[in-house]
């Protein structure tokens, strides 16, 4: 039971920081490689704040969420839809915005470098995480708050993007985006607000880590990039339920694997897994069979 | 052929002649003069990471190598004039960027000596290099396999397993028996501790090992393992993980109700343990310098670092420190700064050893010994472990 627990806050982990990334990859189709150093950077700033001032779990929290919001709309302005602009279409601008996400996260990245010399960094807050302990089992505050947070947004992402209007001219962008705008969809504000919100949840993701933690590193972003990429293309590229059932999929075959104490072989089954599914599901657990028609 | 023509080609073959011989006379005195003495500028190339995953290492041991050129410029330790120019190469974090910047600085004929990269996975790879090519490099930190291998390849910081020993006498002292390890497999340095030498010194004491945990660079949750080493209730633990996987994991081993005593690596000095708070209180772990030691030496270290810099000295200056004065001992010892002057001058120091900020340094070959220090950290600082 402790095991699933600690999967549970592993998977909700993983599900906070891969959400940003999903909604942004499965709507308007922009494969963000800068989301892990918007994480980072997005509590990075908190720590910079909290380095004078101790501040309480909400403000710090609410200070990431605005900075990752404010770094993922500046990256759409100032990179990604430039890209698109010069673009012959979506699919030539792919491979681009790929290479353009790498290169726009190499900054934040080597600024916090430089600033902690590549030290670990974490809060300081006047928020103290306790331990709850019931039927035998312990869980601390913070790990509840990412559980529920997770849990909250993942099924919340997934009921608007599914039900929505909003949500369903996403979609529609996500499948052609030029028959979309035909359709009276405006493409650059709903990507600008999709990006916004993606950086958002990528802030949050990495307060509440940063909390979770005790401390990150500037890499520690970069890290999670892997996972999320493997999350979202296990649940199925355009399948926001795919994404939260992949995330604790993932997290509990990691947990499954260190509870056996084959704790260097945790990347190898966790990724060995996926690469099984994929080859007997290739669009992944919930991702849609592509059709063309010819 | 005309006299004029006979003429031309004459001067002109004396031109290529005279050419010839001052190319030669330059390239020997790249190598050192003409096969001895100090040259007026020496050039020594520091190969490290300046960015990075470990920046701190290579930051740190440029700040202690340039505290040691002032000294020895102004000491005049070389010879009247003499000056040492120290010639950054940022190696990043990457294997293959050491590699490259590594055979640029060897390709530099002006540079005579490296300070080699910090990490043992780059440092392995480019001490086969400095062999190949002749050029002496000292190596601070990297205290993995593979790299003291040839006679070009030094070692001023030694393998952490050297002095290792002193916290299972510690542990021993305070009455352990049983012991669990929780150890980043991945990481050379701890994977070599973790599987070899701590279950051997601890069964030379009489220990046992009842858990040995395995985790990779990227496990970044503790939780699990956490909860396993509650449960198993060790006497201590012996944790040797990175500096971000370190203040994770005290945190969750408190959240886990684990209360015993936990030791750790040198890699938790220079601060990098600040971030876990009052979680980190009473970790013990072997440094091979710390602002805490009272030798005459390392306390002259402190004071000039402190005066140059307005902040305490980390492990890594003082390798960085005492690297540049291994080599500064090395060019007075041979009394040639060619490299191979250097070499041979490295390996006469080696031989007899000597004190630098980390205390008395002595050699098993190319191979740096110390005592350390054993440390304990309490309210964000660094106290003489009793």
Known sequence: MQNLLNAATLGSIYLLFALGMALVWGTIGILNFAHGATFMFSAFVGH????????????????????????????????????????????????????????????????????????????????????????????????????????????????????????????????????????????????????????????????????????????????????????????????????VIGAYVLAGAETLVLHLNYGTWVDAVSFGLIFLILLARPQGLFGRKEVRRT | MGSAARTRRTLLAGLAACAVFATAACGSSAEGGSGGGIQSTIKIAQVQDQTGAIAYAGLGASEGAELAIEEIDEQGFLGPGVKVELAKYDT?????????????????????????????????????????????????????????????TFRATPPMESYYEQVLDHLKQKG???????????????????????????????????????????TQDFAGQSQQIAQKRPDALVMLLIAPQSVTALRQLKDAGYDNRIVATSVQAAGNIAAAGAD???????????????????????????????????????????????????????????????????????????????????????????????????????TLAQ
Not at chain 1, 170 to 186: C, F, K, Q, S
Not at chain 2, 111 to 118: F, L, M, Q, T
């Open chain 2, 92 to 152: 990043a974090g990457e294997i293959e960027r050491a590699s490259s910047e590594m055979t640029k600085a060897m390709g530099d004929r002006d540079v005579d000596v490296i300070i080699g990269p910090a990490a043992t996975q780059q440092a392995a790879a480019v001490a086969p290099l400095v062999g190949r090519q002749k050029v002496p490099t000292v190596f601070t930190q990297a205290g993995g396999d593979g790299v003291v291998v040839n006679d070009y």
């Open chain 2, 176 to 218: 352990a028996t049983n012991i669990s390890v929780l150890y980043n497999a991945t990481f050379p340095t701890f994977a070599l501790l973790g599987e070899d030498a701590v279950p051997e010194m601890a069964k030379a004491r009489g220990m046992n090992i009842v858990q040995s945990l395995p985790v990779q660079t990227t």
């Open chain 1, 48 to 243: 910079l704040v909290t380095r004078d001032t101790e501040l309480p779990f909400v403000a710090v929290v609410l200070i990431a969420v605005l900075v990752g919001a404010a770094i993922a709309a500046l990256i759409q302005l100032l990179a990604f839809r430039p890209i698109l602009k010069r673009s012959k279409n979506q699919h030539a601008a792919e491979m681009r915005i790929l290479i353009g996400g790498i290169g726009v996260a190499a900054i934040p990245l080597a600024l916090a470098q430089h600033v902690t010399r590549s030290s670990p960094f974490g809060f300081r807050s006047s928020y103290d995480a306790e331990v709850i302990q019931f039927l035998g089992l312990r869980l601390t505050t913070t790990a509840a708050v990412v559980i529920v947070a997770g849990l909250a947004i993942g099924i919340g992402l997934t009921v608007w993007v599914r039900r929505s209007r909003q949500g369903l001219a996403l979609r529609a962008i996500g499948v052609d985006a030029e028959t979309a705008a035909g359709m009276g969809v405006n493409r650059t504000v709903l990507a600008f607000g999709t990006m916004a919100t993606a950086g958002a949840l990528a802030g949050l993701a990495g307060a509440l880590l940063t909390f979770q933690l005790g401390a990150i590193a500037p890499e520690t972003g970069d890290q999670l990039l892997i996972k999320a990429f493997a999350v979202i293309v296990l649940g199925g590229l355009g399948s926001m339920a795919g994404t």
């Open chain 2, 280 to 382: 980190a209180d009473g970790l013990v772990y072997p440094v091979p310098f710390s602002t805490a030691m009272d030798g005459e030496s390392s306390v002259a270290f402190t004071a000039a670092f402190r005066e140059k810099y307005r902040k305490d000295p980390t492990p890594y200056a003082a390798d960085g420190y005492d690297a540049m004065w291994f080599i500064a001992r090395a060019i007075k010892a041979s009394g040639d700064s060619s490299r191979e002057g250097i070499r041979q001058g490295l390996a006469t120091v080696a031989k007899e050893g000597f004190t630098g900020a980390m205390g008395k340094l002595t050699f098993e070959g190319n191979d740096a010994r110390i005592d350390g220090a054993l440390v304990q950290w309490r309210d964000g600082k660094e």
